[in-house]
Protein backbone atom coordinates (compact mmCIF):
# COMPACT_ATOMS: atom_id res chain seq x y z
CA UNK A 1 0.00 0.00 0.00
CA UNK A 2 1.36 3.16 -0.81
CA UNK A 3 1.69 5.74 2.07
CA UNK A 4 -1.32 7.67 1.28
CA UNK A 5 -3.65 4.64 1.00
CA UNK A 6 -2.10 3.51 4.78
CA UNK A 7 -2.29 7.09 5.93
CA UNK A 8 -6.34 6.91 4.89
CA UNK A 9 -6.78 3.37 6.14
CA UNK A 10 -5.29 4.16 9.67
CA UNK A 11 -7.66 7.60 9.64
CA UNK A 12 -10.70 5.21 9.34
CA UNK A 13 -10.10 3.00 11.92
CA UNK A 14 -9.24 5.61 14.11
CA UNK A 15 -12.86 6.07 13.53
CA UNK A 16 -13.93 2.89 13.74
CA UNK A 17 -12.29 1.85 16.64
CA UNK A 18 -13.15 5.58 18.33
CA UNK A 19 -16.71 5.10 18.28
CA UNK A 20 -16.88 0.91 19.05
CA UNK A 21 -14.71 2.43 22.48
CA UNK A 22 -17.58 4.65 23.04
CA UNK A 23 -20.22 2.29 22.63
CA UNK A 24 -18.34 -0.54 24.45
CA UNK A 25 -17.76 2.18 27.55
CA UNK A 26 -21.65 2.53 27.09
CA UNK A 27 -22.95 -0.27 27.57
CA UNK A 28 -21.00 -1.68 30.29
CA UNK A 29 -20.82 1.42 32.20
CA UNK A 30 -17.13 0.70 33.90
CA UNK A 31 -15.89 3.12 36.67
CA UNK A 32 -13.30 5.61 34.76
CA UNK A 33 -10.72 6.66 36.02
CA UNK A 34 -7.97 8.82 33.75
CA UNK A 35 -4.10 9.33 34.21
CA UNK A 36 -2.85 12.92 32.88
CA UNK A 37 0.27 14.78 33.56
CA UNK A 38 3.41 16.55 31.66
CA UNK A 39 5.34 13.50 32.82
CA UNK A 40 5.28 10.13 34.58
CA UNK A 41 1.79 9.19 33.07
CA UNK A 42 2.43 5.81 32.09
CA UNK A 43 4.62 5.01 35.35
CA UNK A 44 1.71 6.15 37.77
CA UNK A 45 -0.96 4.50 35.51
CA UNK A 46 1.03 1.05 36.20
CA UNK A 47 1.51 1.23 39.54
CA UNK A 48 -2.38 2.16 40.24
CA UNK A 49 -3.36 -0.77 37.86
CA UNK A 50 -1.40 -3.49 39.99
CA UNK A 51 -2.54 -1.28 42.89
CA UNK A 52 -6.09 -1.89 41.73
CA UNK A 53 -5.98 -4.96 40.53
CA UNK A 54 -5.68 -6.81 43.91
CA UNK A 55 -9.50 -6.32 44.94
CA UNK A 56 -10.88 -4.52 41.70
CA UNK A 57 -11.22 -6.34 37.86
CA UNK A 58 -9.62 -3.28 36.15
CA UNK A 59 -9.36 -2.67 32.50
CA UNK A 60 -5.84 -0.99 31.12
CA UNK A 61 -3.04 -1.03 28.66
CA UNK A 62 0.62 -1.74 29.10
CA UNK A 63 2.11 0.19 27.50
CA UNK A 64 1.57 4.58 27.12
CA UNK A 65 -1.35 4.73 24.68
CA UNK A 66 -2.65 8.07 25.51
CA UNK A 67 -3.98 9.53 22.17
CA UNK A 68 -5.48 8.50 19.41
CA UNK A 69 -6.48 5.20 17.87
CA UNK A 70 -3.64 4.21 20.58
CA UNK A 71 -6.19 5.53 23.46
CA UNK A 72 -9.03 3.91 21.48
CA UNK A 73 -7.63 0.59 21.01
CA UNK A 74 -6.67 0.34 24.65
CA UNK A 75 -9.98 0.54 26.07
CA UNK A 76 -9.81 -2.86 24.51
CA UNK A 77 -6.13 -4.08 25.80
CA UNK A 78 -4.86 -3.89 22.02
CA UNK A 79 -2.13 -2.61 20.60
CA UNK A 80 -2.17 -0.63 16.84
CA UNK A 81 -0.76 -3.83 14.52
CA UNK A 82 3.29 -3.45 13.60
CA UNK A 83 1.97 -4.40 10.09
CA UNK A 84 -1.05 -2.16 9.02
CA UNK A 85 -2.57 -3.82 6.04
CA UNK A 86 -5.89 -4.80 5.37
CA UNK A 87 -5.68 -7.92 7.03
CA UNK A 88 -4.14 -6.82 9.98
CA UNK A 89 -7.31 -4.98 10.43
CA UNK A 90 -9.64 -6.86 10.13
CA UNK A 91 -7.86 -9.20 12.73
CA UNK A 92 -7.75 -6.50 15.00
CA UNK A 93 -11.14 -5.67 14.50
CA UNK A 94 -12.10 -8.90 15.27
CA UNK A 95 -10.80 -9.23 18.60
CA UNK A 96 -12.11 -6.02 19.79
CA UNK A 97 -15.51 -6.94 18.81
CA UNK A 98 -14.61 -10.05 21.30
CA UNK A 99 -13.57 -7.62 23.87
CA UNK A 100 -17.60 -6.64 24.52
CA UNK A 101 -18.21 -9.90 25.91
CA UNK A 102 -15.70 -8.98 28.75
CA UNK A 103 -16.80 -6.60 31.83
CA UNK A 104 -14.46 -4.57 34.43
CA UNK A 105 -15.20 -2.58 37.12
CA UNK A 106 -12.79 0.08 36.47
CA UNK A 107 -11.29 1.23 32.99
CA UNK A 108 -8.23 2.49 33.55
CA UNK A 109 -6.44 5.08 30.91
CA UNK A 110 -3.92 7.64 29.99
CA UNK A 111 -4.81 10.83 28.61
CA UNK A 112 -1.79 12.93 26.87
CA UNK A 113 -1.75 15.72 24.96
CA UNK A 114 0.70 17.95 22.61
CA UNK A 115 -1.50 20.90 21.45
CA UNK A 116 -4.34 23.39 22.94
CA UNK A 117 -7.56 21.95 23.11
CA UNK A 118 -6.70 18.39 23.17
CA UNK A 119 -7.56 17.56 26.32
CA UNK A 120 -11.16 18.94 25.84
CA UNK A 121 -11.31 16.13 23.37
CA UNK A 122 -10.29 13.43 25.37
CA UNK A 123 -12.81 14.30 27.90
CA UNK A 124 -15.52 14.37 25.17
CA UNK A 125 -14.45 10.74 24.52
CA UNK A 126 -14.37 9.63 27.79
CA UNK A 127 -15.34 11.71 30.89
CA UNK A 128 -13.70 10.34 33.75
CA UNK A 129 -14.75 9.77 37.16
CA UNK A 130 -11.86 10.53 38.54
CA UNK A 131 -8.46 11.39 37.28
CA UNK A 132 -5.11 11.82 38.75
CA UNK A 133 -2.79 14.56 37.67
CA UNK A 134 1.11 13.78 37.52
CA UNK A 135 2.56 17.11 37.05
CA UNK A 136 1.94 20.30 35.26
CA UNK A 137 5.94 21.36 33.22
CA UNK A 138 7.05 22.18 29.85
CA UNK A 139 6.08 19.89 27.70
CA UNK A 140 5.16 20.44 23.98
CA UNK A 141 6.35 23.71 24.02
CA UNK A 142 6.73 24.40 20.22
CA UNK A 143 2.69 24.14 20.44
CA UNK A 144 1.74 24.42 23.80
CA UNK A 145 3.94 27.50 24.02
CA UNK A 146 3.46 28.49 27.78
CA UNK A 147 3.78 26.86 30.86
CA UNK A 148 0.43 28.63 31.60
CA UNK A 149 -1.12 26.74 29.21
CA UNK A 150 0.34 23.34 29.64
CA UNK A 151 -1.17 24.55 33.37
CA UNK A 152 -5.07 25.39 32.34
CA UNK A 153 -5.07 22.49 29.55
CA UNK A 154 -3.71 19.53 32.19
CA UNK A 155 -6.05 20.75 34.71
CA UNK A 156 -8.85 20.23 32.68
CA UNK A 157 -9.13 16.57 33.65
CA UNK A 158 -9.48 17.31 37.24
CA UNK A 159 -12.62 19.67 36.27
CA UNK A 160 -14.24 17.23 34.17
CA UNK A 161 -14.02 14.41 37.26
CA UNK A 162 -17.17 13.51 38.35
CA UNK A 163 -16.40 12.35 41.66
CA UNK A 164 -12.68 13.57 42.87
CA UNK A 165 -9.59 14.42 41.58
CA UNK A 166 -6.14 13.27 43.12
CA UNK A 167 -3.25 16.09 42.09
CA UNK A 168 0.49 15.92 42.82
CA UNK A 169 1.15 19.13 44.75
CA UNK A 170 4.72 19.29 44.35
CA UNK A 171 4.77 19.66 40.49
CA UNK A 172 1.03 21.07 39.84
CA UNK A 173 1.54 25.13 40.52
CA UNK A 174 -1.63 26.11 43.09
CA UNK A 175 -2.68 28.69 40.71
CA UNK A 176 -3.67 26.35 38.32
CA UNK A 177 -6.07 25.03 40.75
CA UNK A 178 -7.93 27.51 42.21
CA UNK A 179 -11.22 27.20 40.33
CA UNK A 180 -11.78 23.76 40.24
CA UNK A 181 -15.03 22.62 41.97
CA UNK A 182 -14.00 19.13 42.03
CA UNK A 183 -12.88 17.29 45.31
CA UNK A 184 -9.07 17.25 45.46
CA UNK A 185 -7.37 14.84 47.36
CA UNK A 186 -3.69 15.98 47.17
CA UNK A 187 0.05 14.35 47.17
CA UNK A 188 3.22 15.71 46.88
CA UNK A 189 4.34 17.63 50.21
CA UNK A 190 4.65 17.31 54.13
CA UNK A 191 1.22 19.22 54.21
CA UNK A 192 -0.43 16.79 51.51
CA UNK A 193 -2.91 13.89 52.54
CA UNK A 194 -0.77 11.71 51.14
CA UNK A 195 2.98 11.90 52.30
CA UNK A 196 6.50 10.08 51.82
CA UNK A 197 9.66 9.79 53.70
CA UNK A 198 12.44 7.63 51.56
CA UNK A 199 14.43 6.09 54.86
CA UNK A 200 17.30 4.75 52.76
CA UNK A 201 18.37 4.35 48.78
CA UNK A 202 20.74 2.67 46.81
CA UNK A 203 21.59 1.74 43.37
CA UNK A 204 18.88 -1.26 43.66
CA UNK A 205 15.80 0.37 45.19
CA UNK A 206 14.87 1.93 48.75
CA UNK A 207 13.27 2.14 51.70
CA UNK A 208 10.36 4.30 52.25
CA UNK A 209 7.72 5.27 54.73
CA UNK A 210 4.17 6.37 52.96
CA UNK A 211 1.07 8.02 55.50
CA UNK A 212 -2.17 7.94 53.23
CA UNK A 213 -4.60 9.54 54.31
CA UNK A 214 -4.36 8.50 58.09
CA UNK A 215 -2.89 4.90 56.99
CA UNK A 216 0.65 4.25 57.52
CA UNK A 217 3.10 1.69 55.31
CA UNK A 218 5.75 1.27 57.39
CA UNK A 219 9.69 0.28 55.98
CA UNK A 220 8.30 -0.67 52.59
CA UNK A 221 10.98 -1.21 50.07
CA UNK A 222 10.56 -0.61 46.89
CA UNK A 223 12.78 -1.46 43.58
CA UNK A 224 12.28 2.45 42.81
CA UNK A 225 15.33 5.17 43.33
CA UNK A 226 13.45 7.93 41.74
CA UNK A 227 12.04 10.72 44.31
CA UNK A 228 9.74 11.58 41.19
CA UNK A 229 8.33 7.73 41.28
CA UNK A 230 8.36 7.33 44.72
CA UNK A 231 6.20 10.58 44.87
CA UNK A 232 3.79 8.64 42.20
CA UNK A 233 3.75 5.99 44.41
CA UNK A 234 1.85 8.05 47.38
CA UNK A 235 -0.34 9.35 44.43
CA UNK A 236 -1.42 6.24 43.19
CA UNK A 237 -1.92 4.57 46.78
CA UNK A 238 -4.02 7.59 47.66
CA UNK A 239 -5.82 6.79 44.54
CA UNK A 240 -6.40 3.30 45.01
CA UNK A 241 -7.28 3.85 49.04
CA UNK A 242 -10.50 6.59 47.77
CA UNK A 243 -11.23 3.65 45.55
CA UNK A 244 -12.01 1.21 48.19
CA UNK A 245 -8.87 -1.05 47.80
CA UNK A 246 -7.62 -2.55 51.59
CA UNK A 247 -4.55 -1.52 53.08
CA UNK A 248 -3.58 -5.28 53.56
CA UNK A 249 -3.88 -5.71 49.60
CA UNK A 250 -1.90 -1.88 49.22
CA UNK A 251 0.39 -2.86 51.58
CA UNK A 252 1.28 -6.25 49.92
CA UNK A 253 1.75 -5.11 46.80
CA UNK A 254 4.09 -2.44 47.31
CA UNK A 255 6.87 -4.07 47.15
CA UNK A 256 5.89 -5.73 43.69
CA UNK A 257 6.01 -1.84 42.21
CA UNK A 258 8.52 -2.07 39.51
CA UNK A 259 9.40 1.11 37.02
CA UNK A 260 7.75 1.04 33.81
CA UNK A 261 10.11 0.05 30.75
CA UNK A 262 13.03 2.12 30.53
CA UNK A 263 11.59 4.94 33.07
CA UNK A 264 14.57 5.44 36.28
CA UNK A 265 14.83 1.72 35.80
CA UNK A 266 17.87 0.07 38.10
CA UNK A 267 19.59 -2.44 36.02
CA UNK A 268 22.61 -4.23 36.35
CA UNK A 269 25.89 -3.11 34.44
CA UNK A 270 28.85 -4.66 33.01
CA UNK A 271 32.17 -5.37 35.08
CA UNK A 272 30.04 -4.97 38.71
CA UNK A 273 28.62 -1.40 37.55
CA UNK A 274 24.81 -0.26 37.79
CA UNK A 275 22.65 1.55 35.65
CA UNK A 276 19.83 3.40 35.55
CA UNK A 277 18.19 3.40 32.22
CA UNK A 278 15.84 6.77 32.01
CA UNK A 279 15.42 6.17 27.71
CA UNK A 280 11.46 6.36 27.59
CA UNK A 281 11.72 10.36 26.77
CA UNK A 282 13.39 13.34 27.82
CA UNK A 283 11.98 16.63 29.02
CA UNK A 284 13.62 19.41 31.65
CA UNK A 285 12.12 18.28 34.68
CA UNK A 286 12.59 14.71 34.28
CA UNK A 287 16.21 15.30 33.35
CA UNK A 288 16.65 17.12 36.32
CA UNK A 289 14.92 14.58 38.42
CA UNK A 290 17.30 11.72 36.78
CA UNK A 291 20.50 13.66 36.97
CA UNK A 292 19.97 14.67 40.73
CA UNK A 293 18.95 10.56 41.63
CA UNK A 294 21.88 9.52 39.80
CA UNK A 295 24.35 11.64 42.04
CA UNK A 296 22.54 10.74 45.46
CA UNK A 297 23.76 7.25 44.68
CA UNK A 298 27.10 5.85 45.94
CA UNK A 299 29.43 5.31 43.54
CA UNK A 300 32.94 5.42 42.35
CA UNK A 301 32.09 7.36 39.67
CA UNK A 302 28.93 9.10 38.15
CA UNK A 303 28.46 8.84 34.58
CA UNK A 304 25.61 10.63 32.39
CA UNK A 305 24.83 9.68 28.51
CA UNK A 306 22.62 11.91 27.53
CA UNK A 307 20.34 12.78 24.32
CA UNK A 308 19.08 15.25 22.87
CA UNK A 309 15.47 16.97 24.54
CA UNK A 310 13.56 17.87 21.74
CA UNK A 311 10.30 20.03 21.48
CA UNK A 312 11.60 22.89 23.51
CA UNK A 313 10.24 25.54 21.05
CA UNK A 314 11.30 29.10 23.09
CA UNK A 315 11.93 27.27 25.98
CA UNK A 316 15.11 25.73 24.44
CA UNK A 317 17.68 27.72 26.03
CA UNK A 318 16.07 27.96 29.92
CA UNK A 319 15.19 24.11 29.29
CA UNK A 320 18.76 22.65 28.56
CA UNK A 321 20.00 24.73 31.24
CA UNK A 322 17.92 23.75 33.71
CA UNK A 323 19.13 20.42 33.15
CA UNK A 324 22.97 21.73 33.02
CA UNK A 325 22.97 22.90 36.12
CA UNK A 326 22.90 18.90 37.54
CA UNK A 327 25.79 18.91 35.66
CA UNK A 328 28.27 19.96 38.64
CA UNK A 329 28.90 16.52 40.60
CA UNK A 330 29.34 14.45 37.53
CA UNK A 331 32.63 12.70 37.23
CA UNK A 332 32.47 11.78 32.90
CA UNK A 333 29.87 13.69 30.23
CA UNK A 334 28.47 11.38 27.24
CA UNK A 335 26.64 13.41 24.40
CA UNK A 336 24.70 12.25 21.61
CA UNK A 337 23.04 14.08 19.10
CA UNK A 338 23.64 17.90 17.50
CA UNK A 339 21.41 18.77 20.20
CA UNK A 340 22.67 17.46 23.06
CA UNK A 341 26.51 18.32 22.17
CA UNK A 342 25.28 21.55 21.10
CA UNK A 343 23.40 22.81 24.35
CA UNK A 344 25.05 20.44 26.68
CA UNK A 345 28.52 20.47 25.37
CA UNK A 346 28.56 24.41 25.74
CA UNK A 347 27.54 24.10 29.33
CA UNK A 348 29.62 20.81 30.32
CA UNK A 349 32.78 23.34 29.10
CA UNK A 350 31.98 25.73 31.74
CA UNK A 351 31.79 23.89 34.01
CA UNK A 352 35.53 22.62 33.50
CA UNK A 353 34.72 19.30 31.50
CA UNK A 354 37.27 18.13 28.93
CA UNK A 355 36.60 16.68 25.47
CA UNK A 356 37.75 13.55 25.00
CA UNK A 357 38.44 13.70 28.77
CA UNK A 358 35.66 13.70 30.85
CA UNK A 359 33.28 15.17 27.90
CA UNK A 360 32.53 13.00 24.83
CA UNK A 361 30.43 13.28 21.53
CA UNK A 362 28.84 10.71 19.61
CA UNK A 363 26.54 10.55 16.39
CA UNK A 364 24.41 7.78 17.24
CA UNK A 365 23.03 6.05 20.31
CA UNK A 366 25.23 2.84 19.59
CA UNK A 367 28.36 4.41 19.41
CA UNK A 368 28.20 6.13 22.28
CA UNK A 369 27.35 2.54 24.31
CA UNK A 370 30.06 0.81 22.51
CA UNK A 371 32.53 3.72 23.57
CA UNK A 372 31.43 3.59 27.32
CA UNK A 373 31.39 -0.27 27.38
CA UNK A 374 34.98 -0.89 25.87
CA UNK A 375 36.56 2.25 26.81
CA UNK A 376 35.13 3.76 29.92
CA UNK A 377 33.11 1.71 32.27
CA UNK A 378 34.82 0.00 35.42
CA UNK A 379 33.96 -1.71 38.83
CA UNK A 380 31.75 0.22 41.26
CA UNK A 381 30.61 3.28 38.53
CA UNK A 382 26.66 4.21 38.09
CA UNK A 383 25.57 5.30 34.56
CA UNK A 384 22.51 7.37 33.75
CA UNK A 385 21.26 7.09 30.21
CA UNK A 386 18.65 9.46 29.91
CA UNK A 387 17.19 9.99 26.17
CA UNK A 388 14.56 11.03 24.30
CA UNK A 389 11.63 9.40 22.03
CA UNK A 390 12.64 9.61 18.55
CA UNK A 391 15.09 9.08 16.48
CA UNK A 392 18.06 8.67 18.47
CA UNK A 393 16.79 5.63 20.82
CA UNK A 394 19.15 5.51 23.59
CA UNK A 395 18.11 2.27 24.86
CA UNK A 396 20.45 0.72 22.76
CA UNK A 397 23.40 2.47 24.16
CA UNK A 398 22.05 1.07 27.85
CA UNK A 399 21.71 -2.67 26.38
CA UNK A 400 25.27 -2.25 25.61
CA UNK A 401 26.41 -2.23 29.19
CA UNK A 402 23.73 -4.70 30.47
CA UNK A 403 25.63 -7.30 32.79
CA UNK A 404 22.79 -10.03 31.55
CA UNK A 405 21.51 -9.40 28.19
CA UNK A 406 18.07 -10.39 29.00
CA UNK A 407 17.59 -7.52 30.69
CA UNK A 408 16.90 -5.76 27.63
CA UNK A 409 13.04 -7.25 28.37
CA UNK A 410 13.07 -3.89 30.67
CA UNK A 411 14.60 -1.18 28.07
CA UNK A 412 11.28 0.53 25.72
CA UNK A 413 10.87 0.27 22.09
CA UNK A 414 11.92 -3.49 22.10
CA UNK A 415 9.66 -5.13 20.12
CA UNK A 416 9.95 -6.30 16.47
CA UNK A 417 8.49 -3.30 14.67
CA UNK A 418 10.80 -1.23 16.53
CA UNK A 419 14.12 -3.31 15.85
CA UNK A 420 13.26 -3.17 12.04
CA UNK A 421 13.37 0.53 12.42
CA UNK A 422 16.56 0.42 14.67
CA UNK A 423 18.22 -1.79 12.41
CA UNK A 424 17.60 0.34 9.12
CA UNK A 425 19.13 3.49 11.24
CA UNK A 426 21.97 2.05 12.79
CA UNK A 427 22.97 -1.27 10.69
CA UNK A 428 25.47 -3.18 12.15
CA UNK A 429 26.24 -1.33 15.24
CA UNK A 430 22.68 -2.01 16.47
CA UNK A 431 23.90 -6.15 17.50
CA UNK A 432 27.83 -5.13 17.62
Same mark, same amino acid.
Given at each position: ???????????????????????????????? #????????????????????????????????????????????????????????????????????????????????????????????????????????????????????????????????????? #? #????????????????????????????????????????????????????????????????????????????????????????????????????????????????????????????????????????????????????????????????????????????????????????????????????????????? #?????????????????????????????????????????????????????????????
Amino acid at each position: MSHEQVSTAERFATKIFRSLARLYIAIHRPKI #VIVAGSVGKTSTKLMLAKFLATEKKVSFMDDSYNSGIGLYLSVFEKKVPSHATPIAWLKLLLRVLGHFFKHYEILLLEYGIDRPGEMQELIAFARPDCAILTAVTPEHMEFLQTIDIVGNEETKILAASRLFG #V #VNSADVDQKYLKNIKTQLYAYGSHEDIATYEIVSRNASGSIVNFVIDGTVYQSQKTAIISDALIRQISGALLMAQQLGVSKEALEATIPAIEPAASRMHPLKGIHASHLIDDTANFSPVAGIVALQTLKQIEANRHIAILGNMHELGDYIEEGYAQVGDEFDGLDILVLVGNMSVEHFGSIARTKGFKQDKTLFYFDTSTEAGIF #VRDKIIKEGDIVLIKGPFGGYYLEEATKKLLARPEDSIYLTRQSEFWQHKKKKLFGKSLND
